[in-house]
């Protein structure tokens, strides 16, 4: 009976444990020295995004008209936000003033600006136009240490970003199975990333869209925590207890 509780011991000591494998990010890392790094990636323009677009001139009162009403400082919250943007409707149009419906879906910031700028050179020689994404945010659920909603102000955030953002994950999360579901054309992506491997840096998922959800599934030891006995430390110290009554009684 000693045997038997020794070698449970020995078994549940190394089911509880994880291998580097499943734990370390990027193993081989090494890989990546002196690859080229993407820096041209610019977000799609969507239905339901809502654009800020502001025009500016050496004279303001050309730009007013093009300009929607802007609100006190401190009173920009993300309400105001949203009500100095451009609705993109279902069919990729924005109202714009004076211009009237602009087809903005499927493009980059870049090309609204340059449209923009091309068309309001009619009325305005020295025009300058910004665009910015008001509703780019991502959604990350799952084993991480903070699951939400994330709003990214620079248009421009990786996974590995994005899962810093919510604290990383937890020790319980799968690292070898990162979700990443995505709504693009019309139709809904779904792809699955390894970050134990440096792959997920040449992945077209590597860079994140607007509205991109991130899913963390547990590892097993989560899924297992999630079960009648909660791990495996409590797991070994029913097994030990039970055991250890088993050989009282049979002395």
């Known amino acids: 009976m000693r045997k038997v509780v020794l070698i449970s011991l020995a078994v549940f000591s190394l089911l509880s444990c994880a291998t580097k494998k499943e734990i370390i990010y990027f193993q081989d890392s090494d890989s990546l ?120 102000r620079n248009e421009r955030v990786t996974v590995p970003e994005a899962l810093g953002l919510a604290g990383d994950l937890t020790d319980d999360g799968n690292r070898n199975n990162i979700s990443i579901i995505r709504e693009e054309n019309g139709k809904r992506i779904v792809t699955k990333l390894d970050l134990t491997t440096s792959d997920v840096f040449t992945s077209n998922f590597f860079f994140l869209k607007q509205n991109d959800v991130i899913y963390v599934e547990p590892s097993l030891r989560g899924v297992k925590k999630s079960g009648f006995i909660p791990d495996i430390p409590a797991l070994l110290s029913l097994v030990t207890v039970v055991l250890s009554a088993v050989i009282i009684i049979t002395r």
């Open 33 to 152: 020295n002196n690859t080229e790094i993407q820096k041209a990636f610019e977000p799609i323009i969507e239905p339901n995004d809502i654009l800020h677009i502001s025009i500016s001139s050496f004279d303001d009162s050309l730009v007013a008209p093009f300009n929607k009403e802007k609100f006190a400082e401190n009173n920009a919250n993300a309400d105001n936000l949203a009500l100095q943007g451009y609705l993109v409707n279902s069919e990729g149009n924005i109202n714009f003033p004076v211009l009237g419906a602009i087809a903005v879906a499927g493009k980059s910031r870049s090309e609204i600006e340059n449209l923009l700028r091309t068309k309001l050179m009619e009325y305005i020689t020295d025009v300058v136009v910004d665009v910015r994404i008001l509703n780019f945010k991502v959604t990350i659920l799952g084993e991480v240490a903070n699951p939400g909603v994330y709003t990214i």
